[in-house]
């Protein structure tokens, strides 16, 4: 069983910043990828940027150069520092993670969501 915990979502006003962190917990053998969604409403979710465990990134061209993401395999917690909050980065942001779980011989992969945690960027 494996569990990711989302925190650091709030309300900023434009300009401003917000750090999202995702623990994974549970039998986790090895982390291929985790990153960020996110799902504004009436919009489907889509990428904001993701990290593989030996740090090469995919960010999306709508944050990119203000949100950064980063990863701590002793901890399996993946961050999103967000700078330069604009309103249209208001959504529900999810922690993705694409790991390798189990113990032994008995490894197999799987991806995983958070609950999600809201970013509300005002005007």
């Known amino acids: 069983q494996v569990q990711l915990v989302e925190s650091g979502g709030g309300l900023v006003q434009a300009g401003g910043s917000l750090r999202l962190s995702c623990a994974a917990s549970?039998?986790?053998?090895?982390?291929?990828?985790m990153g960020w969604y996110r799902q504004a409403p009436g919009k489907q979710r889509e990428l904001v940027a993701t990290i593989t465990s030996s740090g090469s990134t995919n960010t999306a061209a709508s944050v990119k150069g203000r949100f950064t993401v980063s990863i701590d395999n002793a901890k399996n917690t993946v961050y999103l520092q967000m700078n330069s909050l604009k309103p249209e980065d208001t959504a529900v942001y999810y922690c993705n993670a694409f790991l390798g779980v189990g113990t032994g011989t008995h490894v197999y992969t799987s991806i995983y969501w958070g609950q999600g945690t809201q970013v509300t960027v005002s005007s």
């Open positions: 549970g039998s986790i053998f090895s982390i291929n990828r």
